[in-house]
Nanobody
Framework: QVQLVESGGGLVQAGGSLRLSCAAS????????MGWFRQAPGKEREFVAG????????VYGDSVKGRFTISRDNAKKTLYLQMNSLKPEDTAVYYC???????????????????WGQGTQVTVSS
């Protein structure tokens, strides 16, 4: 089992920035591909960004390309999401996810990931 704990969410004005972190613990000896998803009230969980192990390939959802950057520090077992130029439509609960399945390209669907964090709220005011 792998435990994922997100942090760094909060309230920010439109145009501002936030950096989310996701700390992994438990059986972290495997090479996990990881990703970020988000879910707004009344909407389905949406892919935001993904990164392979050890971090050579990244993929982004269309709505965040050019504004968000995913990265990982494998020594610290931590995943990051740098969010710039935030918009009110970025408001959602952001979830960290991981999978031990080998991948050449990060998965972009909920089904591609086996482990999930509890989420952290990001609110962008206009």
């Amino acid at each position: 089992q792998v435990q994922l704990v997100e942090s760094g969410g909060g309230l920010v004005q439109a145009g501002g920035s936030l950096r989310l972190s996701c700390a992994a613990s438990g059986r972290t000896g495997s090479s996990y591909a990881m990703g970020w998803f988000r879910q707004a009230p009344g909407k389905e969980r949406e892919f935001v960004a993904g990164i392979t192990w050890p971090g050579g390939v990244t993929v982004y959802g269309d709505s965040v390309k050019g504004r968000f950057t995913i990265s990982r520090d494998n020594a610290k077992k931590t995943l990051y999401l740098q969010m710039n130029s935030l918009k009110p439509e970025d408001t959602a609960v952001y979830y960290c996810a991981a999978t031990a399945n080998p991948r050449l390209v990060p998965g972009t669907t909920v089904r591609a990931y086996d482990y999930w964090g509890q989420g952290t709220q990001v609110t962008v005011s206009s």
